[in-house]
């Protein structure tokens, strides 16, 4: 019920803050096999690969999933500026969630209507937490090559 709410004021106010103007824009996608979870994984390959006795936690990829919302505004014609918001969660036994908010710089080397190639480059914090902790972390996503259609 908490991803469902969360969700729905995400697409409300980043619909308000885009309004009609050609120069917005605004995307929303879903992940699976975020950050969080992929470090899970990789541990317990590495783990299981030098013969490590390891919590044998299996990780759904459907638990490892994200939800993001990213708004651009567009200052000159192949410069973007703006921010993403993510949601992310780990089940399976670690029940864990984590908030990212960075903002981004994107230069659009292609820059249609229905169609985009990007560099992007944006940083910011990550808020983890689960019953027993609250951690703050630095988060940095680089994208040399980018796409987007729709």
């Given at each position: 019920?908490?991803?469902q709410f969360l969700l729905c004021i995400l697409f409300t106010v980043s619909v308000l803050f885009a309004g009609e103007r050609v120069d917005h824009n605004v995307s929303f996608s879903y992940g699976v096999f975020n950050?969080?979870?992929g470090s899970i994984v990789a541990g317990?390959?590495?783990a299981d690969s030098f013969g490590a006795e390891n919590e044998k936690d299996d990780v759904n990829l459907l638990t490892l999933s994200s939800f993001n919302v990213a708004y651009g505004y567009?200052?000159?014609e192949k410069l973007?500026?703006?921010g993403i918001l993510t949601y992310s969660y780990t089940g399976s036994g670690y029940n864990y969630h984590s908030v990212t908010l960075m903002p981004k710089a994107k230069l659009n080397w292609i820059n249609k209507m229905d169609f985009r190639f990007?560099?992007?480059l944006a940083i910011g914090p990550t808020f983890g937490f689960n019953s027993d902790k609250f951690e703050v972390e630095a988060l940095w996503q680089a994208s040399l090559v980018g796409f987007e259609f729709g």
């Open positions: 019920m908490c991803k950050l969080t979870g317990n390959a590495i567009q200052l000159w973007e500026i703006g990007y560099s992007l």
